[in-house]
């Protein structure tokens, strides 16, 4: 297996939108990759190309140029897919099964049958806190235990890489704090994870690179604690520091010892949130200066 889970090389995806109308690029020379076993979260404006991206590694478009792959395998392959769970951001279920059959029915599609599958359903059902509701039928779920549902059909087949699209929208906090929480078991499992969300704050507890897309572009992309530290400032965190130390805290914390403790130093950190409204709202702004000239 490889190291590199995802791998999108110059990828690029351009639409025709019919007689009449012009081509459209929605993914504009995009390269980035997946370590194994990281939480990796893609993050942009609607109509980024984030989901595109996603959809072309999946299989479901075709590139126009470039490549993507998957464990070193060619995505567009479908035996790429069988390391793969997906939970799109909407996803369908038959709502008159319950959550256990949902669970079995999509084991089996994976081709797995027998005591392996109920054993494996079973567990995953615990996993996601729907245990007590196995038997209950999906149309009386909630927006977060179809979610949580769709968690345990992506994970069944034992991936090695989650794609999760948007797996917290319309769900409450304490469902989404589920989520989150399934998200950091899967990390501990060695899973791989892709991830989009609008919730910024979330990802920014659960991933290790993020990668900022806008306007069919990738503007950012690296580790998460690089890309929301303040490069030109240091921040000192004293503990038990009196007032005279902090009124003079560069001299004083080398030439008084005992006057405070220095516990840690550093670069101190924006939110992603305002990292991720600042670089894309710089992108808006050259491309409608590339626009106008």
Do not use: W
Not at 38 to 63: F, H, R
Not at 177 to 198: E, P, Q, W, Y
Request: net charge neutral; aromatic share 4%.
């Amino acid at each position: 297996m490889s190291d590199t889970a995802v791998v999108i090389e110059n990828l690029t995806k351009v639409f025709n939108r019919g007689v009449g109308h012009k081509l459209f690029t929605a993914v504009k020379d995009v390269s980035f990759s997946v370590k194994a076993g990281e939480v990796y979260g893609l993050i942009g404006p609607n109509g980024s190309g984030k989901s595109t991206t996603m959809k072309v590694l999946l299989g479901l478009l075709a590139p126009t140029h470039g490549k993507t792959s998957i464990f070193g395998m060619d995505s567009q392959l479908v035996e790429s897919r069988r390391a793969v769970g997906f939970l799109p951001e909407n996803p369908y279920f038959y709502k008159h099964l319950t959550g256990m059959e949902t669970v079995l029915f999509f084991g089996k599609l994976c081709g797995m049958s027998g005591k392996k599958l109920h054993d494996q359903a079973k567990e995953l059902l615990k996993l996601t806190g729907m245990e007590g509701a196995a038997d209950r039928r999906l149309g009386g779920y909630s927006k977060g235990m179809l979610q949580r549902i769709g968690l345990a059909q992506a994970l069944v087949h034992e991936p090695q890489l989650l794609v999760l699209d948007e797996p917290t929208a319309g769900v409450d906090p304490a469902g989404s704090r589920r989520i989150r929480d399934l998200i950091l078991d899967c990390k501990a499992r060695g899973i791989t994870v892709l991830v989009t969300s609008h919730l910024l704050e979330q990802l920014q507890e659960v991933c290790d690179r993020i990668g900022i897309m806008s306007q069919g572009q990738m503007v950012s992309e690296g580790p998460i604690e690089d890309l929301i530290s303040v490069e030109n400032q240091t921040e000192f965190v004293l503990e038990n520091a009196t007032p005279e130390l902090l009124q003079q805290i560069r001299d004083l914390v080398a030439s008084k010892p005992g006057s405070g403790t220095l516990l840690s130093m550093g670069h101190p950190h924006t939110t992603l949130e305002r990292m991720f409204l600042k670089v894309t709202e710089e992108d808006e702004r050259l491309e409608a200066t590339r626009t106008k000239t």
